[in-house]
């Protein structure tokens, strides 16, 4: 627990904070601040102009796609290996998803013409914000595929190692709602897929509690999808925390 506490308040453990060169870091220092994201927060919604940028240390964010209906499914997730809010700086200034807290925890936040300021001046931040980009549109074109070709059982596995990899441990807390927001199916499904898995010695699950106690076994379980992502990830972007 102290550990992830500590984590929280170091900005510099996110990974894109923690790859800023000197001069960048000192510009943005003063300007970020500690924010606690709760468990189902919204930070923005569809359409609404984005003030700031985010950048989780020990919360993980989902960004849903939502159909007129009132159906959702997940298109990606960011935690400690990057930003939210690339819209922002890519010229947009909104998005036509919706960000929402799966796991709660830290991140500082920073606002959108500090942001833009630091984009503009065409140096690192901006080859580091790009190659976050395209890892990021790497994991929507992704899921989109998964969510076609591949099983719900198969989709659950892909997504809780994708939150593993972004989490300081091995358990995650969310409602059984936001599971199946994440999947895109009824409660009732999402709650027996993941009892699946419990079943099958991957996980402890009780009450929108998730602990994963075989991450090996739910990666042979997980369809390629997955490996794709980190692949990709490992490739474009820095993969460490600083001191």
Known sequence: MQK???????????HLLAALAHDPWERWRPHLDSVDLSLEQVLYEPGSTLTHVYFPTTAIVSLLYLMNNGASGEIAVVGNDGVLGVSLFMGGGSTSSRAIVQSAG????????RMREEFDRVGP??????????????????????????????QLCRWLLLSLDRLQGTEMIMTQRLIAHMLGVDEDIAAAAAVKLQHAGLID?????????????????????YAVVKKEYDRLLPNRLAA
């Open 4 to 14: 992830m506490i500590d984590a929280a308040r170091n900005p510099r453990h996110n």
């Open 106 to 113: 830290g991140a500082y936040r920073l606002k959108a013409d």
């Open 125 to 154: 931040v901006l080859h580091l914000l790009l190659r976050y980009t395209q890892a990021l549109m790497t994991q929507m074109v992704q899921t989109a595929a998964c969510n076609k070709h591949h099983s719900l059982d198969q």
């Open 205 to 225: 699950y009780d009450a929108g509690r998730i602990r994963v106690t075989d991450r090996a076994g739910l990666e042979r379980r997980s369809c390629e999808c």
